[in-house]
């Protein structure tokens, strides 16, 4: 299943600290502190708008004031992404951890909601027509589970296209575009490996290379040394009884 701390790191590498960018749709909601002299201008830190910011207080347990905002301790920020754009889809319970990934790098640029309008629009390109997130997930896996790497690039040009039609486009585009491209360069490490795994895709690694396959899986080789000489050390002293 997806592991939302797969993509973090791509997370922190991609944000920045605080915004006060005009050429943001989120400078329309500003947080009311100030920093460095100035009130009512910043409206993100490390990626998290202020108005997602205050929401969510109330449900995940922290104070909705201009010193964690402007601060954003690590605590606050981990719970943002995970409880706020990673749980509201239900990706713990995805299989394909890179489209999983995408799931939520698009939810985070563009917000839940819209995330959900452009998955949508994909799906429909394709005759799938969907209803909520959930659904969503479900029709991504089925598809990832033929062939992600297809999914993935069908995806990746349907957000780049996404981007180029925004009202934003002239300002941001070029910016928006080289993020993509460092998260696709990412993702390529993920996609496919789901074939590698599962009782065939294990025959098939150790038929391949099976020094290599058994340097990248001692631990449980030798764990399952361990209890088969244990399970056997016991019927053997049954026998002999």
Same mark, same amino acid.
């Given at each position: 299943m997806a592991d939302y701390r797969q993509i973090i790191p791509?997370?922190?590498?991609?944000?920045?600290?605080?915004?006060?960018?005009?050429?943001?749709?989120?400078?329309?909601?500003?947080?009311?502190?100030?920093?460095?002299?100035?009130?009512?201008? +910043?409206?993100?830190?490390? *990626?998290? /708008?202020?108005?997602? @910011? =205050?929401?969510?207080?109330?449900?995940? $347990?922290?104070?909705? #004031?201009?010193?964690?905002?402007?601060?954003?301790?690590?605590?606050?920020?981990?719970?943002?992404?995970?409880?706020?754009?990673?749980?509201?889809?239900?990706?713990?319970?995805?299989?394909?951890?890179?489209?999983?990934?995408?799931?939520?790098?698009?939810? +985070?640029?563009?917000?839940? *909601?819209? /995330?959900?309008?452009? @998955? =949508?629009?994909?799906?429909?390109?394709? $005759?799938?027509?969907? #209803?909520?997130?959930?659904?969503?997930?479900?029709?991504?896996?089925?598809?990832?589970?033929?062939?992600?790497?297809?999914?993935?690039d069908e995806l990746t040009a349907h957000r780049l296209n996404f981007y180029a039609t925004r009202s934003t486009a002239k300002a941001n585009l070029r910016g928006w575009t080289n993020s993509y491209n460092r998260f696709t360069t990412f993702m390529k490490g993920y996609l496919g490996k789901a074939k590698e795994y599962g009782a065939e895709g294990v025959a098939k690694s150790f038929a391949k290379d099976p020094i290599k396959f058994a340097k990248r899986n001692w631990i449980p080789i030798t764990v399952l040394s361990v209890v088969f000489v244990g399970i056997g050390f016991l019927v053997v002293r049954r026998i002999w009884k």
């Open positions: 791509m997370f922190k590498e991609k944000e920045g600290g605080l915004s006060k960018a005009t050429t943001d749709t989120q400078s329309k909601n500003p947080s009311p502190c100030t920093h460095n002299g100035l009130t009512g201008v +910043w409206h993100t830190n490390k *990626g998290v /708008a202020y108005s997602t @910011f =205050k929401s969510l207080a109330p449900k995940l $347990g922290y104070e909705a #004031s201009c010193k964690n905002f402007l601060e954003m301790p690590t605590e606050i920020w981990g719970k943002v992404f995970k409880n706020g754009f990673w749980d509201i889809w239900g990706l713990d319970n995805m299989k394909s951890q890179p489209i999983a990934n995408t799931i939520v790098w698009w939810s +985070w640029g563009s917000g839940n *909601g819209g /995330a959900t309008t452009s @998955f =949508k629009k994909f799906l429909s390109n394709k $005759g799938i027509n969907v #209803s909520s997130r959930s659904e969503i997930v479900r029709e991504l896996d089925k598809l990832a589970e033929i062939d992600d790497n297809k999914l993935f």
